[in-house]
Protein backbone atom coordinates (compact mmCIF):
# COMPACT_ATOMS: atom_id res chain seq x y z
CA UNK A 1 0.00 0.00 0.00
CA UNK A 2 3.17 2.52 0.84
CA UNK A 3 3.67 1.76 -2.90
CA UNK A 4 0.02 3.02 -4.27
CA UNK A 5 0.64 6.39 -2.04
CA UNK A 6 4.05 7.04 -2.97
CA UNK A 7 2.92 7.16 -6.69
CA UNK A 8 0.04 9.26 -5.77
CA UNK A 9 2.46 11.39 -4.16
CA UNK A 10 4.97 11.62 -7.01
CA UNK A 11 2.06 12.62 -9.16
CA UNK A 12 0.52 14.85 -6.61
CA UNK A 13 3.75 16.74 -6.61
CA UNK A 14 4.21 16.52 -10.45
CA UNK A 15 0.81 18.16 -11.71
CA UNK A 16 0.97 20.19 -8.23
CA UNK A 17 3.99 21.98 -9.93
CA UNK A 18 3.22 22.30 -13.47
CA UNK A 19 -0.17 23.85 -12.37
CA UNK A 20 1.93 26.82 -10.40
CA UNK A 21 4.34 26.78 -13.27
CA UNK A 22 0.98 27.85 -15.84
CA UNK A 23 -0.14 29.90 -12.83
CA UNK A 24 2.64 32.31 -12.75
CA UNK A 25 3.22 32.66 -16.26
CA UNK A 26 -0.16 33.21 -17.31
CA UNK A 27 -0.33 35.95 -14.36
CA UNK A 28 3.05 36.99 -15.13
CA UNK A 29 1.49 37.80 -19.02
CA UNK A 30 -1.46 39.71 -17.30
CA UNK A 31 1.11 42.14 -15.90
CA UNK A 32 3.98 42.38 -18.60
CA UNK A 33 2.39 41.60 -21.92
CA UNK A 34 5.72 42.06 -23.71
CA UNK A 35 7.38 38.46 -21.66
CA UNK A 36 4.14 36.84 -23.28
CA UNK A 37 6.31 36.35 -26.62
CA UNK A 38 9.39 34.92 -24.99
CA UNK A 39 7.25 32.64 -23.05
CA UNK A 40 4.38 31.33 -25.10
CA UNK A 41 6.14 28.32 -26.48
CA UNK A 42 6.85 27.51 -22.63
CA UNK A 43 3.23 28.15 -21.22
CA UNK A 44 2.02 25.80 -24.14
CA UNK A 45 4.26 22.77 -24.02
CA UNK A 46 3.84 22.96 -20.17
CA UNK A 47 0.18 23.49 -20.53
CA UNK A 48 0.18 19.92 -22.86
CA UNK A 49 1.59 18.25 -20.89
CA UNK A 50 0.07 19.51 -17.68
CA UNK A 51 -3.28 18.80 -18.93
CA UNK A 52 -3.09 16.15 -21.67
CA UNK A 53 -0.29 13.67 -19.70
CA UNK A 54 -0.01 14.57 -16.40
CA UNK A 55 -3.45 15.46 -15.20
CA UNK A 56 -4.82 11.75 -16.66
CA UNK A 57 -2.29 10.15 -15.01
CA UNK A 58 -3.15 11.61 -11.66
CA UNK A 59 -6.90 10.92 -11.88
CA UNK A 60 -5.67 7.50 -12.39
CA UNK A 61 -3.68 7.45 -9.12
CA UNK A 62 -6.07 9.17 -6.99
CA UNK A 63 -9.00 7.01 -8.39
CA UNK A 64 -6.14 3.95 -7.76
CA UNK A 65 -5.54 5.60 -4.03
CA UNK A 66 -8.90 5.74 -3.03
CA UNK A 67 -9.64 2.22 -3.58
CA UNK A 68 -6.54 0.82 -2.47
CA UNK A 69 -7.72 2.39 1.04
CA UNK A 70 -11.10 2.57 0.79
CA UNK A 71 -11.22 6.21 1.08
CA UNK A 72 -14.72 8.29 0.80
CA UNK A 73 -16.10 8.88 -3.13
CA UNK A 74 -16.07 12.84 -1.75
CA UNK A 75 -12.66 13.00 -1.12
CA UNK A 76 -11.51 12.01 -4.60
CA UNK A 77 -13.37 14.35 -6.44
CA UNK A 78 -11.49 16.84 -3.67
CA UNK A 79 -8.43 15.02 -5.20
CA UNK A 80 -9.40 15.15 -8.65
CA UNK A 81 -10.10 19.29 -8.18
CA UNK A 82 -7.11 19.90 -7.38
CA UNK A 83 -5.70 19.25 -10.62
CA UNK A 84 -7.26 23.04 -11.10
CA UNK A 85 -6.49 24.58 -8.47
CA UNK A 86 -2.63 25.82 -7.71
CA UNK A 87 -1.53 24.64 -4.51
CA UNK A 88 -4.65 22.06 -3.63
CA UNK A 89 -2.47 19.11 -4.02
CA UNK A 90 0.70 20.55 -1.77
CA UNK A 91 -1.78 20.57 0.74
CA UNK A 92 -4.25 17.98 0.21
CA UNK A 93 -1.25 15.12 -0.34
CA UNK A 94 0.28 16.20 3.10
CA UNK A 95 -3.54 15.79 4.69
CA UNK A 96 -3.20 12.26 3.25
CA UNK A 97 -0.08 11.21 4.19
CA UNK A 98 -0.93 12.54 7.94
CA UNK A 99 -4.41 10.74 7.65
CA UNK A 100 -3.07 7.42 6.62
CA UNK A 101 0.58 7.10 7.90
CA UNK A 102 0.15 9.04 11.34
CA UNK A 103 3.68 7.78 12.04
CA UNK A 104 5.48 8.36 9.01
CA UNK A 105 5.62 6.53 5.13
CA UNK A 106 7.47 2.93 5.89
CA UNK A 107 10.54 2.78 4.38
CA UNK A 108 9.82 -0.34 2.38
Not at 1 to 18: D, E, I, N
Request: proline fraction near 4%; include cysteine; aromatic fraction near 16%.
Amino acid sequence: MASTFRRYRVMSYTTGTTLLVLFVTLALHTFDLSAWEHIKIFVDVVGIGHGIVLYPIYMVMCFNLVMRFRLNVWLLGLMLFAGFVPGLAFYLEYRLRRKLYPEGLPTQ
